[in-house]
């Protein structure tokens, strides 16, 4: 299950406590969400990392769920968490708008300053991989590619047109063994997806010539 990450959707930072129980005592721990609205009914909730944005596998609560178990915390999502997204989302689109001028230089250090504020974002990591294929840093793309295979969010829907851009980068750079190892992980997640097939097909061309 997706939603469209739209404004409209963000419900903000919500908690949850977590308790702990001592022969005389008891404490808890405070754990920080954020939250999206898909429907009436359903809640999709997201951890937040130690840099305090959305990172991970998001899941999918009951309202029901929701409104006896999540606490808003307005102030913490308007005042420590807001500005870490425009931050991190100010990396992204530097990175990207450097590696499409060429700066690749430039873009590799957008993209990595994007993953110390969340080293599972998956735009991130596809992002830096491209600039890596595009530089012919073969050790270094093998090191994005092996993160990219253990992110749980790498092959989504909402991953394509960045996973078929990292996938025709390999391509082109003669990375053929990377890319059909991208390919195929990701034809495993979405085996009816047009583009990936005809792209892994490509690969295959190429490596025959």
Request: with cysteine.
């Amino acid at each position: 299950m997706t939603t469209e990450n739209s404004t409209e959707n963000i419900l903000g930072t919500f908690s949850t406590c977590k308790y702990h129980f001592a022969k005389k005592s008891k404490s808890y721990t405070k754990i920080y969400w954020f939250v999206k609205k898909v429907d009436d009914e359903t809640f999709e909730v997201q951890p937040l990392n130690k840099n305090r944005v959305p990172s991970g596998v998001a899941s999918y609560i009951t309202k029901e769920k929701f409104v006896e178990n999540y606490e808003p915390e307005p102030f913490y999502y308007k005042n420590i968490v807001v500005p870490i997204l425009v931050k991190l989302d100010e990396a992204l689109e530097e990175g990207e708008s450097k590696h499409a001028e060429g700066m690749f230089d430039e873009a590799e250090a957008a993209f990595v300053e994007a993953i110390k504020i969340d080293d599972e974002n998956v735009r991130a990591n596809l992002g830096l991989g491209a600039v890596y294929s595009d530089m012919g840093e073969e050790e270094k793309v093998q090191e994005v590619l092996v993160r990219l295979m253990e992110l749980d969010g790498t092959f989504q829907e909402s991953q394509r047109h960045q996973l078929n851009k990292f996938g025709v980068s390999l391509r082109k750079n003669k990375m053929y063994d990377k890319a059909l190892t991208f390919y195929q992980q990701a034809l495993e997640i979405n085996a009816s997806d047009e583009n990936l097939h005809f792209n892994m097909a490509r690969v295959y061309y190429a490596v025959k010539k």
